[in-house]
Antibody, heavy 121, light 107 residues
Framework: QALLQESGPRVVKPSETLSLDCTVS??????????WTWIRQPPGKGLEWIGY???????SYNSSLKSRATISLDTSRNQFSLTLTSVTAADTAVYYC?????????????WGQGTLVTVSS | DIQLTQSPSHVSASVGDTVTISCRAS??????LAWYQQKPGRAPKLLIY???TLHSGVPSRFSGSGSGTDFTLTITSLQPDDFATYSC?????????FGGGTKVDIK
């Protein structure tokens, strides 16, 4: 059973770049069947799919983020990362990493426990 | 984008009750729907996928049904561990989208 754990700064200043890592154990980010995914949840709101990386250097994103998001896979460290540029208060959220592709297409399991990132000066 | 509307947004129930949560979609997508359970500070858990398939290790008191645009999560004989927030997700079309969540708390 794979385990995922998010890490990164908890506070980011407006207009700066948010960077998070997800460390994977019990599975390989090189897995061809997997979609290594980021999802977020603003306080009091529903979940929002950000995007996923797959096949080492491919990715798919939610267009609502207007090309601010980049997901990359690091096979040497068995991690994947999220960068989100030009952040605003609207980007304040709990950020989750998750694995897709192993159950039924774009269904996510397991998830990390999430990390709250606050955008504030 | 496919919008998912969950109802109710909040339900108060007692141990032993049966709880039913609805997820209505803005477009027909057959059975590409999953349900997740969330608790504060913990990793969300997959409960059901393909509308009605119980994920491995999930208790049988959880069940899912529906197709097209109307889906339901049912929890029979509610247990103390089931007080949580439940969210639906469509996996039919990008962008992948979630419902707004339904919080189940103790009456």
């Amino acid at each position: 059973q794979a385990l995922l754990q998010e890490s990164g700064p908890r506070v980011v200043k407006p207009s700066e770049t948010l960077s998070l890592d997800c460390t994977v154990s019990g599975a390989s980010v090189s897995s061809a069947e997997s979609f290594w995914t980021w999802i977020r949840q603003p306080p009091g709101k529903g979940l929002e799919w950000i995007g996923y990386g797959f096949d080492t250097d491919n990715a798919s994103y939610n267009s609502s983020l207007k090309s601010r998001a980049t997901i990359s896979l690091d096979t040497s460290r068995n991690q994947f990362s999220l960068t989100l540029t030009s952040v605003t208060a609207a980007d304040t959220a709990v950020y989750y990493c998750a694995r897709g592709g192993m159950i039924d297409g774009f269904v996510f399991d397991p998830w990390g426990q999430g990390t709250l990132v606050t955008v504030s000066s | 984008d496919i919008q998912l509307t969950q109802s109710p947004s909040h339900v108060s129930a007692s141990v032993g009750d049966t709880v039913t949560i609805s997820c209505r979609a803005s477009q027909d997508f057959v059975t590409s729907l999953a349900w997740y359970q969330q608790k504060p500070g913990r990793a969300p858990k997959l409960l059901i996928y393909a509308a009605s398939t119980l994920h491995s290790g999930v208790p049988s008191r959880f069940s899912g049904s529906g197709s097209g645009t109307d889906f339901t999560l049912t929890i029979t004989s509610l247990q103390p561990d089931d007080f949580a927030t439940y969210s639906c997700q469509q996996s039919h079309r990008h962008p992948l989208t979630f419902g707004g969540g339904t919080k189940v708390d103790i009456k």
